[in-house]
């Protein structure tokens, strides 16, 4: 039987190489043995390879455009940003290192459903990014939204931590002024809304001002982890996603699966069980299996030894098949492990 397409809806890639020097086109096994077993940035081991992506039947990536703002801890992560202008240039520069990797006739830049298809229809396995804006600091000014998104951006999350525009996670509070301003460009230019990291207040007052197609690119249910609440999502957040129709993303850091996990504790007190609970609950909200897929997070920030034990490298995402099969047919298996991001990008994109 063939393996179902995978979609992972949110990865760090050109982050990974501007902040960690990680090329997409390098395997883990090379990434880890360059970087030895205590790699010098602290984020841990490595995950992301195109080599494993291939095994693993991955074959769409939401890849980001993640800048990080100025801070005393970030000393490590290469470039940072102090002003509008900055991100803007950085969140550039990463667009330019995609369409790099486009160059090769193994990835795809997905813009439009005609791209999507190929990808999907290729004889010879590929991997499509769509480009998502992680912290909409880079957009200097909402009318400056069309600019983004003729530059092949097709997703835009206004928040990480507080941005200009909205407020996030470990930052409570609404949409600025110019938060506001921004939702009716986003939805103008045919941008899709990614509402993780987005502050609760935030979350809502977007739904309210944005129309068009709207996602969780990486969130999990705050039922379960309830430390960071404007990071994870309310069963309130989840009824207002689904009845827009929205996709979810699950999230693979240990942390954000199990409450009371940190990276002193054990790789192993996580299980693929566990993102199972956080896919049945989103499932259970809904009603339905259509509203669930992968989101996994992985190099953004923590490595190999912060995922579920089944986590090896990023091909493992194939094998959460199994742990979904005594609770799910075959049929919303391959939408959650990838059919649901499928059918909303056919839907969103131009």
């Known amino acids: 039987m063939p393996k179902p397409i995978v979609v992972d809806a949110h990865e760090d890639i050109a982050w990974c190489k501007f902040a960690l020097n990680r090329d997409f086109f390098e ?21 992301i390879g195109f080599s494993e992506l291939i095994h ?19 000393t490590a992560w290469g470039k940072t940003y102090s002003s509008p ?22 990835v795809t830049l997905i813009t439009t459903r005609v791209d999507l298809e190929r990808v999907l229809d290729a004889n010879e396995p590929r991997v499509g990014l ?22 092949g951006v097709r997703i835009v999350g206004p928040a990480w931590s507080q941005t200009r525009y909205s407020g996030g996670t470990r930052a409570p509070g609404g949409l600025t002024a110019i938060g506001r301003e921004l939702m009716p460009q986003l939805e103008r230019a045919g941008m899709i809304l990614d509402t993780s990291h987005m502050a609760e207040q935030s979350f809502f007052q977007a739904l309210e001002l944005f129309h068009g197609p709207v996602i969780a690119s990486h969130s999990n249910c705050r039922v379960f982890v309830d430390s960071d609440p404007d990071r994870h999502l309310s069963d309130e957040m989840i009824r207002a996603l689904v009845s827009r129709d929205a996709v979810i993303g699950a999230v693979m850091y240990n942390r954000f699966l199990k409450a009371g996990w940190d990276k002193g504790a054990l790789k192993d007190a996580v299980s693929f069980a566990d993102v199972v609970r ?26 190999m030894e912060s995922t579920p034990k089944e986590i090896d490298t990023v091909a493992d995402l194939q094998n959460l098949a199994d742990a979904l099969a005594p609770k799910f047919g075959d049929d919303d298996i391959a939408n959650i492990l990838g059919g649901n991001w499928i059918r ?7």
């Open 27 to 47: 395997s883990v096994a090379d990434k880890r043995e360059r970087e030895g077993p205590a790699p010098a940035h602290g984020e841990g081991s490595a995950v």
């Open 344 to 350: 909303l990008l056919r839907r969103a994109l131009p």
């Open 130 to 151: 769509v480009m998502l804006m992680e912290g909409a600091d880079p957009i200097i000014t909402p009318s400056e939204t069309r600019v983004w998104f003729e530059a």
């Open 56 to 74: 693993g039947n991955v074959r769409i990536i939401f890849a980001t455009l993640y800048v990080a703002k100025q801070r005393p801890d970030r």
């Open 85 to 106: 202008q900055q991100a803007h240039d950085q969140a550039m520069e990463q667009i330019a290192y995609y369409a790099l990797l486009a160059a090769d006739p193994r």
């Open 278 to 303: 956080h896919i049945q609950h989103i499932c259970d909200v809904a009603g339905d299996a259509r509203h669930v897929g992968l989101g996994s997070d992985f190099d953004g920030g923590f490595g």
